[in-house]
Structure formats: C-alpha cells, structure tokens
C-alpha cells in the first residue's frame, strides 16, 4: 500500500513540473519526501494524490499539492531559515517548510483550531517532522512574537489586507507569501522586506482559501460568511 502511495506521489510531482508548479530541486525533493497520505483523515486518504484540497474537518482543508508547491516556490525558504506558518491545519505545508530549512533551521506553525493542531501535531510526529516544526494554538494574524524575527512567513488562509504585525515580524531580507483580498477570490502576494525596511509587494495567482479569522483577519465567521454571501458568487 505504502509503496503504491510512493508511486502515485512521484507521479503527481512529475506533473507538477510538468505544469511549471515545481520549479526548483528543493522543492521538488520536498514534495517527494513529505507522504501527503499521513496528513489526511482516513476517510479521503485515497484522494491524497489528486491535486486538489481534501476536508481535514472543522469546515478546513489541506491545500492542493499544486498551490503547497507554488507558494512554496513563492516563498522560497532555504535551509538555516526561521520560517512561521500562519493556518497549520493538516501540517502538511509545515512539513514541507521543515523538509527544507533542515535541522539548522525551524517552523513554528499557528492553527486557531486546538482540535487541529492536535491533528497536525499527530500527523507531524508520525512522519519525523515533530522535531522541526512548533505547533502553537493562537490567533497567527497576530504573529508569533517570542521567536520573531522570521526569515519567511506563509500564511495559509484568506487575508482581508496583508496583517501588519507579520510585515513587521519579518526580517530584513525577509519574505512574506498570503493570500490577500475579499472572499472567495484572492490574490497570493508577495512582500518582500528590503535590507533597509523598506516594503516591496508584488501580485501573483488568484486563488480560492479559507478564511483568516482573527484580529488582523476576519473578526468572526459570521463577518466572513456575510462577505461571501455579499460577494454573489456561488462556490
Ligand atoms: N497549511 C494547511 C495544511 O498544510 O494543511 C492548510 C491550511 S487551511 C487552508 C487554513 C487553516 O487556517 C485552517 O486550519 C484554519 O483553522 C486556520 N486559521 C484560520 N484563521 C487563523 C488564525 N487567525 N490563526 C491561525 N490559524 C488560522
């Protein structure tokens, strides 16, 4: 069985290069290294190599293999670097992050969601990550301020407007890669820290996340329910 899962990652990787998604080695070795079948309930552990989102529970989703490697692309982490994850879910992504900052490096990874960091904290222990990777409850639009600054910041979920408290927890020389914009659409943005502070943002794909609750977020689920209803886009 663990040899077909194998089989079926390296043929998904070898399409995403194909399709350009994958750009890089680094990347290209962490998405064959990290088995996206141990970050998935049971029940759609069979879908695992389709490249789409698969339910991970709690109304949440992991992202699809093809947006993991394009926004890590984006972000392009190296090893040593002090990476924060905003939206931990499954943990796969932190995986992947963890995958290539190595041992000299570290991922700290927020979830609002204590059931699923509990999930993500399962998933990461099994497949060797746990060692790498800090699993925290909180509300990540706000940062984690005990061990900023970062070198690299993603955030997983729909951003109204890019969370100031990231900007400013970002290195100089740092990156910072979020979907931004209104619900269900956004636009994954890229900001760049300059060596002498300042900001340099740049646009890249349309995509469809979940929603970023909290104080630099949505207020609530309600105000991000009504935005979408108000949106008039049915999804
Ligand atoms: N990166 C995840 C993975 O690899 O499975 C997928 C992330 S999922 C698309 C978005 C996650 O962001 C959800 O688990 C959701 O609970 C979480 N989330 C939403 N708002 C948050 C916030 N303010 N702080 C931390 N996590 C948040």
Request: glycine share 8%.
């Amino acid at each position: 069985m663990s040899s077909d899962f194998t089989l079926r990652r390296a043929r998904l990787v070898a399409i995403l290069k194909d399709l350009g998604y994958i750009r890089s080695s680094k990347v290209e070795r962490a998405m064959l290294a990290v088995p996206r079948e141990l970050f998935v309930p049971d029940d759609v552990r069979e879908y695992a190599y389709d490249d789409r989102p698969l339910p991970i529970g709690y109304g949440q989703t992991i992202s699809a293999p093809s947006i993991v490697a394009h926004m890590t692309e984006l972000l392009d982490p190296r090893p040593g670097d002090r990476v924060l994850e905003i939206g931990t879910g499954s943990g796969y992504q932190a995986a992947i992050l963890a995958e290539i900052v190595g041992y000299q490096g570290h991922v700290w990874s927020i979830e609002r969601i204590p059931e699923l960091a509990e999930f993500a904290r399962r998933n990461l222990e099994r497949t060797g990550y746990i060692d790498r990777v800090t699993v925290i409850v909180g509300d990540g639009s706000l940062g984690y301020k005990p061990e900023a600054p970062y070198d690299r910041i993603m955030v997983t979920a729909a951003a109204p407007r890019i969370p100031e408290p990231l900007v400013e927890q970002l290195k100089p020389g740092g990156r910072l890669v979020a979907p931004v914009g209104p619900l269900p659409f956004q636009v994954l943005v890229v900001v760049d820290k300059r060596e002498d502070g300042s900001i340099e943002v740049r646009r890249d794909l349309e995509v469809v996340f979940v929603p970023l609750i909290g104080e630099y977020g949505w207020k609530n689920e309600r105000e991000a329910i009504l935005q979408l209803s108000n949106s008039g886009v049915i999804i």
